[in-house]
T-cell receptor, first 113, second 115 residues
Framework: AQTVTQSQPEMSVQEAETVTLSCTYD???????LFWYKQPPSRQMILVIR??????QNATENRFSVNFQKAAKSFSLKISDSQLGDAAMYFC??????????FGGGTRLMVKP | DAGITQSPRHKVTETGTPVTLRCHQT?????MYWYRQDPGHGLRLIHY???????DKGEVSDGYSVSRSKTEDFLLTLESATSSQTSVYFC??????????????FGAGSRLTVL
């Protein structure tokens, strides 16, 4: 079974600074997909970014980018120019191109003004 | 919420009572899922459906049953609620896997408290 681990229960960052959230996963598959979801206080789950394992290039979405290290099974999220609205729970998730998404335990990000 | 509605949004019930949560979608997506969210565990899959009357178990299915009699509705039932089922429940949908990236869209969540 696949497992996803987020080793940082909480992180904080100063507004306008950069922060990196860590995620590692365990799988024997070679073809899979990785995601970062954001959950603000409203509780809504919002897709931030996704990465296909067969792509070597790291995905980027505006201020959000990932560092995908396939051999190390690592998938970190970098948030640049942090904003107050970035404060939320962030979940890393894994999908093996099947029907199920496996989530990590989450990292709570606090943004200090 | 991309056409996903969960009801009720909040419910308080007593141990031993039956509870049904409803997920309704207007997207005509094939796949529907029920997750529960608990502190430190992220979201864990309870059951999912890949079509009308087609369902399968997830990681934490004990104590839960589901039904899908129509494409748009996916019901989660707790036959006899226990305090360990106090949680926030999320419904999610996704369409037929074409590219292989099964991107889920989530509902707003239903908070269930079992006293």
């Amino acid at each position: 079974a696949q497992t996803v681990t987020q080793s940082q229960p909480e992180m904080s960052v100063q507004e306008a600074e950069t922060v990196t959230l860590s995620c590692t996963y365990d799988t024997s598959e070679s073809d899979y997909y990785l995601f970062w979801y954001k959950q603000p206080p409203s509780r809504q789950m919002i897709l931030v970014i996704r990465q296909e394992a067969y792509k070597q290039q790291n995905a980027t979405e505006n201020r959000f980018s990932v560092n995908f290290q396939k051999a190390a099974k690592s998938f970190s999220l970098k948030i640049s120019d942090s904003q107050l609205g970035d404060a939320a729970m962030y979940f890393c998730a894994y999908n093996n191109a099947g029907n199920m998404l496996t989530f990590g335990g989450g990292t709570r990000l606090m943004v200090k003004p | 919420d991309a056409g996903i509605t969960q009801s009720p949004r909040h419910k308080v019930t007593e141990t031993g009572t039956p509870v049904t949560l409803r997920c309704h979608q207007t997207e005509n997506h094939r796949y529907m899922y029920w997750y529960r969210q608990d502190p430190g565990h992220g979201l864990r899959l309870i059951h999912y459906s890949y079509g009308v009357k087609d369902t399968d178990k997830g990681e934490v299915s004990d104590g839960y049953s589901v039904s899908r009699s129509k494409t748009e509705d996916f019901l989660l039932t707790l036959e006899s609620a226990t305090s360990s089922q106090t949680s926030v429940y999320f419904c999610a949908i996704s369409d037929v896997i074409t590219s292989g990236a099964n991107v889920l869209t989530f509902g707003a969540g239903s908070r269930l408290t079992v006293l």
